[in-house]
């Protein structure tokens, strides 16, 4: 148990006892971010302050006195409104390294999700051109959030979906053939609203190296076949360079030959949630805050995209899963209102859809914004980013802000190999543990054990700041699996890289401060074990990314 979770037990016990039967919420510790405030919070007072109709103030202070003289507790204090500070004793923060040593690759996993199984739909993009950073962005983080689910304890199923139909591949065909043709016809023209990119001349050239001219009479479908087989194998190949490995393909096509979409439309106009209008077939989803009604099948019986949706929604619900989340687009916010009252109209629970809203993402590159667009071809491709700027440096910079939120892609810092850049500095942090590990072996100082140790000499200030820091991890894990929000591992792997590199430059500019001391043997241990601790989460936090731990650079 470390130090956290200590404080919280003992909190809600005194609690317990001050509100003499009455229900009490979960206790939670925070860390304070002025120092004076102590080393953690509780606003528990707060929280009980209207169950038991008394002032927080007065309940703090009760809980205090309830609270007593605790060994790892060396001072208790209440401030307004009703905060409960504390102030916990050096060796106490430094014992959770202990636990940090011997659960080692385990440690900081939580069973909050224990039982639970998830869906996580990413990517999921149509095979009509190669993945670009919009995509990237998807990847990045639909994969880190199914990371960050495991590592809660959750059962985790990760799945593309993807369209092979419609008139986008119609269109992609005609492109093909067009680029196919004008490699050996003069007078083709190529369709204005068709797909411009390098890549179709590069399917092209492949196609007439295979078959020379005898396609020239093959159809807008047999061009748009050959087109999407070679993009899939592009997009496989592009996910394996991230490390994503899907569970499976889940192809829109199949809800329409099975009968899943007929059926699903069936369905709910026999549960009176769809109606007609002006020859079109109305879903209702106005009573779900949405700003109007949505077409399902329009006056020329063609069905909209929401349609076959709904069937795959359904079709992932009837799984048995306890959380089903997506990972959609910036302008996808009013869609989500529409699938979720979809699923209410099934009967099915609405809470379990989670989608994850990525916000657009502006491209830096040589210290000017990068423009593009799809259609013309003019875009960054996932491929290049990964050739140039390596696949750990795509995920951590995906994952460094709210999915949420805009982000400002910095190309440039992305590829520099120096401590500018985040992801650099943090696995060189990673690396000289390593290296330290490997100076006090060549010195014949090899690591006692967890239990050898004498925490209560960790005492500086740049030890203790990095001890109760790396006690967050487990935290920190609930909180990005329970939340669907991996940035946080981001956000704490640069605190702990900023941290450590503070107590290493301590020991290149005083003596005293070194870790290895051969004069002093038993700092020397403790010292060991919070370089080999440290090691331990600044791996087992990388590898929630899917970013690799060097041990040399």
Same mark, same amino acid.
């Given at each position: 148990m470390n130090i956290r979770e200590t404080l919280s037990r003992i909190i809600a016990r005194a609690a317990a006892e001050v509100a003499g039967g009455a229900c009490i919420p979960d206790v939670m510790i925070d860390t304070p971010r002025v120092k004076a405030y102590g080393?953690?919070?509780?606003?528990?007072a707060l929280s009980l302050a209207k169950t038991l109709r008394r002032p927080p103030m007065e309940i703090a202070n009760d809980i205090v006195s309830a609270i007593g003289s605790q060994p790892v507790i060396t001072k208790i204090e209440v401030k307004p409104p009703g905060f409960i500070n504390i102030f916990v004793r050096d060796a106490s923060a430094a014992a959770g390294l202990a636990a940090i040593l011997k659960q080692g690759a385990l440690f900081g996993r939580s069973g909050k999700l224990t039982g639970k199984r998830a869906i996580v739909e990413f990517v999921s993009a149509n095979p009509t051109g190669p993945l670009h950073i919009g995509h990237a962005r998807n990847a990045a983080v639909g994969d880190c959030i199914a990371r960050a689910l495991e590592r809660a304890g959750c059962s985790v199923w990760r799945e593309y979906y993807y369209n092979d139909g419609g008139v986008q591949m119609t269109r992609l065909g005609e492109s093909l053939k067009a680029r196919y043709l004008l490699i050996?016809?003069?007078?083709?023209?190529?369709?204005?609203?068709?797909?411009?990119?390098?890549?179709?001349?590069?399917?092209?050239a492949q196609l007439h190296a295979e078959v020379k001219d005898s396609w020239k009479d093959k159809s807008i479908t047999e061009f748009s076949d050959y087109a999407k087989d070679w993009i899939v194998k592009l997009i496989d190949a592009d996910m394996i360079a991230m490390g994503i490995n899907f569970d499976a393909k889940f192809n829109e096509g199949d809800l329409y030959t099975d009968g899943r979409v007929d059926a699903v439309i069936s369905e709910l106009r026999g549960r009176g949630k769809v109606y007609d209008s002006e020859g079109a077939l109305w879903l209702r989803t106005t009573s779900d805050g949405d700003e109007k009604d949505r077409v399902l099948i329009k006056s020329d019986a063609t069905k909209?995209?929401?349609?076959?949706?709904?069937?795959?929604?359904?079709?992932?619900?009837?799984?048995?899963?306890?959380?089903? !989340?997506?990972? /959609? *687009?910036? #302008?996808?916010?009013?869609?989500?209102?529409?699938? $979720?009252?979809?699923?209410?109209?099934?009967? %099915?629970?609405?809470?379990?859809?989670?989608?994850i809203i990525y916000q657009l993402v502006t491209v830096k590159r040589g210290g000017e914004v990068v423009k593009f667009g799809k259609r013309a071809g003019d875009y960054?491709?996932?491929?290049?980013? !990964?050739?140039? /700027? *390596?696949? #750990?440096?795509?995920?951590?910079?995906?994952?460094? $802000?709210?999915?949420?939120?805009?982000?400002? %892609?910095?190309?440039?810092?992305?590829?520099?190999?120096?401590?500018?850049?985040?992801?650099?500095?943090?696995?060189?942090?990673?690396?000289?543990?390593?290296?330290i590990e490997r100076k006090a072996a060549e010195l014949g100082i090899m690591f006692a054990g967890a239990g050898a140790c004498d925490y209560s000499l960790l005492t500086a200030h740049e030890e203790q700041e990095l001890i109760r820091s790396l006690a967050e991890f487990p935290r920190i894990v609930e909180l990005a699996g329970t939340t669907f929000e991996p940035h946080h591992y981001t956000t704490y792997l640069r605190t702990i890289a900023e941290q450590f590199n503070a107590y290493f430059t301590a020991g290149n500019v005083t003596e005293e401060m070194r870790v290895?001391?051969?004069?002093?043997?038993?700092?020397?241990?403790?010292?060991?074990?919070?370089i080999l601790a440290t090691r331990v989460v600044l791996r087992n936090a990388l590898d929630a990314l899917g970013i690799s731990a060097p041990e040399k650079m």
């Open positions: 080393d953690y919070a509780s606003n528990i050996f016809l003069k007078d083709i023209e190529f369709p204005e609203d068709g797909y411009h990119g390098d890549y179709i001349g590069e399917i092209a909209t995209y929401l349609a076959p949706d709904i069937a795959y929604h359904a079709d992932k619900y009837s799984r048995g899963y306890d959380l089903v !989340i997506n990972l /959609l *687009g910036a #302008d996808h916010h009013n869609y989500v209102i529409r699938l $979720r009252a979809a699923m209410r109209a099934l009967d %099915f629970d609405p809470e379990k859809l989670n989608c960054i491709t996932l491929h290049e980013m !990964i050739s140039e /700027l *390596g696949q #750990d440096a795509v995920r951590f910079f995906f994952n460094m $802000r709210r999915s949420d939120s805009h982000m400002v %892609f910095d190309w440039d810092l992305a590829k520099e190999h120096s401590v500018k850049n985040p992801v650099y500095s943090i696995q060189y942090a990673h690396a000289r543990c390593c290296s290895i001391l051969p004069g002093n043997p038993a700092l020397s241990q403790a010292r060991l074990a919070l």
